[in-house]
């Protein structure tokens, strides 16, 4: 069956960079591969609702949804390692949250009820 899984998670201090991976598989189902699906990047703060903050459709098509992670988060998308990629550069402590990653097919949405599959999370902790 379809799955997706989070890696890359850790303990970062402010300023700092991590790269979150995403890791697709059993998009196998004849006119479902993964190529057609749009992976979208959420998280989720302590006591907060989880917000989208960008998907990818194809290979380069991007969606921005967070304004809070604007030119210090960028998503990316290898396809012949259905792998999502999500690189975080200079670092705050509100960043500190649980990272998912979500397929949905076809179309980007932020609302989490539109996913069709979810990672389990990666923890990202940003502290000194």
């Known amino acids: 069956s379809a799955a997706a899984r989070e890696s890359g998670g850790g303990l970062v201090q402010p300023g700092g960079s991590l790269r979150l991976s995403c890791a697709a598989s059993?998009?196998?189902?004849?006119?479902?591969?993964?190529?057609?699906?749009?992976m979208t990047w959420f998280r989720q703060a302590p006591g907060k609702e989880r917000e989208a903050i960008s998907c990818?459709?194809?290979?380069?098509?991007?969606?921005n949804y967070a304004d809070s992670v604007k030119g210090r988060f960028t998503i990316s998308r290898d396809n012949a390692r259905n792998t999502v990629y999500l690189q975080m550069d200079s670092l705050k402590p509100e960043d500190t949250a649980v990272y998912y990653c979500?397929?949905?097919?076809?179309?980007?949405?932020?609302?989490?009820?539109?996913?069709?599959?979810w990672g389990e999370g990666t923890l990202v902790t940003v502290s000194s």
């Open positions: 059993g998009f196998t189902a004849p006119g479902l591969t993964l190529d057609v699906y749009t």
């Open positions: 990818i459709r194809g290979a380069d098509i991007v969606t």
């Open positions: 979500a397929a949905r097919f076809l179309r980007c949405s932020n609302h989490v009820n539109d996913m069709n599959y």
